[in-house]
Structures are given as structure tokens and as C-alpha cells.
């Protein structure tokens, strides 16, 4: 089993920043692939940046593209999604996500391609 655990979330306004850090536990870290998502009331659930196991790949959501950088510490297990000009439809509550298995690609973007999840941070950007 594999324990998730985001933290960092906050109440910001329009054009702050945030940066989130989740910690993984009970796999090698660097064997995990992880993954940041978002999900807003009435909305399903939707990636917003994912990395491959040591960093070198990454990927992110169109409607982040430019403002949010996804980065990992192999050595400290853990991962960070740094949010820049921030607005008030990133709010939401952001759920780190990691996964084991690898069929050979270099990262998941699917909430369904992720075997465990962590509680949930909120994040409210004020207008």
C-alpha cells in the first residue's frame, strides 16, 4: 500500500501564489508515478499536472500551462505543484495521486490511470 498525504492549500487572492507538497510512503518513491488533480463542486475530476518516476517528463493541463510548475524530490518522497497567478477558477480541492504500475509510458494523465489518492487540499482563490 502506498499513503498520500497533500498539504500547503490555502485561501489566496487573484494573482497569488500557493505550493502544495505531498508526501508519499510505503513503495520507493522514485518507483511511483504521481500526479496532481483537481476537482470543483458539481465538477468531475480533472488533472491539472503529472511526472514521470525521476523528473524528466512532465505534463500540464492546458488551463495551467505557463502559471503551474509540477517538481519532485526523490531523496525526500515527496512532490510539489508551485501555483502561480493564481485565479478564481482554480479553486477547488487539489488531490495528489501516485501509481505503481508501469505499462511503459512515461507518465499518466487519467485519474483513472492512479491507484491511490490522498485526502485533498482546498484551495480558494479569491476574486
Known amino acids: 500500500q502506498v499513503q498520500v498525504v497533500e498539504s500547503g492549500g490555502g485561501l489566496v487572492q487573484t494573482g497569488g501564489s500557493l505550493r502544495l507538497s505531498c508526501a508519499a510512503s510505503?513503495?520507493?518513491?522514485?518507483?511511483?508515478?504521481m500526479g496532481w488533480f483537481r476537482q470543483a463542486p458539481g465538477k468531475e475530476r480533472e488533472p491539472v499536472a503529472v511526472i514521470s518516476r525521476r523528473g524528466g517528463s512532465t505534463y500540464y493541463a492546458d488551463y495551467v500551462k505557463g502559471r503551474h510548475t509540477i517538481s519532485r524530490d526523490n531523496a525526500k518522497n515527496t512532490v510539489y505543484l508551485q501555483m502561480n497567478n493564481l485565479k478564481p477558477e482554480d479553486t477547488a480541492v487539489y488531490y495528489c495521486?501516485?501509481?505503481?504500475?508501469?505499462?511503459?509510458?512515461?507518465?499518466?494523465?487519467?485519474?483513472?490511470?492512479?491507484?491511490?489518492w490522498g485526502q485533498g487540499t482546498q484551495v480558494t482563490v479569491s476574486s
Open positions: 510505503g513503495r520507493t518513491f522514485s518507483s511511483l508515478f
Open positions: 495521486a501516485a501509481r505503481l504500475y508501469n505499462t511503459g509510458k512515461y507518465y499518466y494523465t487519467g485519474p483513472n490511470e492512479y491507484e491511490y
